[in-house]
């Protein structure tokens, strides 16, 4: 995983001191914003590095955007002195990690929780949570993290501890994971999808594969059924601690699937919200959230206890 540390203030010796312990752990370029040509060319290769700068907060966002182009983990560590303002403050939102120091002391470390998937609707339901609750968070669109996971578990919570256990180990993030399973009812207990929705036949089907599969097997018990999905969400918070939690969301799914189609949730072009008077795909993200109901209540709960 690329990363960088900007190191920002006045005070050389403290960030030099850092920078010593820092190189030391890891294998890191160091340079200065004075040498900002080959800062860019360093974070275009690749390469993990250290930037020290001091309080420019047009070069700062300038490394902070260029870090996000190519998809950085981006750590700040801002070293305040006894009158300084706390203007910098303001670039917190750019940090995937930010750590501020007064006097040689850590007086505050703020880290954004990951939400641990590729999946562009789980990335958009879960960013709607912590945007309600007013926290920042980031995802693996942000940051570009490489890794197989086999999700061996037995049902729903263990695929998602697995997955944040393997994240939070690369990242040091806290992380989001979610891991659902599909009960539709009048489904054979052969046929129930369970954590197995976008597997089939041995390989991982497309969207639009999956809505056809599910379409012909809804057809077979007359178009429509009664479903739920079991959620599993592993939270693990700042300091490396997971907390699970299992929620149930209940589901009316009928023929014919909705055209429009979620990238990414592919069945909620078959999920009808009888109460909206429409399929789920067809929806806002707001109002899809809100259609859930007390799940994705229970889950914006769960959020709001563990990072709030």
Do not use: W
Not at 179 to 200: H, M, T
């Amino acid at each position: 995983m690329r990363t960088i540390n900007v190191l920002i203030g006045t005070n050389e010796k403290e960030i030099k001191d850092f920078f010593n312990i820092l190189s030391a752990k890891k294998q890191v370029k160091f340079f200065s914003s004075e040498n900002m040509n080959e800062v860019i060319k360093s974070i275009n290769q690749g390469e993990n590095l250290a930037v020290i700068v001091q309080n420019n907060l047009v070069l700062i966002s300038k490394i902070i955007e260029t870090a996000k182009e190519f998809g950085y983990l981006i750590k700040g560590d801002l070293f305040l002195d006894e009158n300084q303002e706390d203007d910098l403050l303001s670039l917190e939102n750019g940090f995937h990690k930010l750590n501020i120091y007064k006097n040689g002391k850590l007086i505050k470390g703020d880290m954004k929780p990951l939400i641990a998937t590729s999946n562009l609707g789980k990335i958009a339901i879960y960013t709607q949570i912590f945007k309600e609750l007013g926290l920042h968070c980031c995802s693996l669109r942000d940051i570009k993290v490489d890794i197989e996971i086999e999700e061996n578990g037995k049902n729903e919570l263990e695929n998602a501890m697995i997955k944040a256990k393997a994240y939070h180990e690369v990242t040091g993030l806290p992380v989001l994971c979610n891991d659902s399973g599909l009960v539709i009812e009048k489904f054979a207990p052969a046929d129930q999808p369970g954590v197995f929705v976008r597997r089939y036949g041995g390989r991982e089907l497309t969207d639009e594969e999956t809505i056809k599969i599910f379409s012909e097997k809804l057809a077979k018990v007359g178009g429509e059924s009664d479903a739920y999905f079991n959620v599993g969400i592993v939270l693990c918070d700042k300091n490396g601690e997971f907390h699970s939690r299992l929620f149930k969301s209940y589901r009316y799914m009928k023929l014919p699937a909705s055209k429009v189609v979620e990238k990414g949730l592919p069945l909620r072009s078959l999920d009808y919200n009888k109460e909206f008077g429409k399929y789920m795909s067809e929806m806002t993200i707001e109002e899809a959230n809100a259609s859930e109901g007390d799940c994705i209540k229970l889950q914006t709960e769960f959020v709001k206890e563990i990072f709030g």
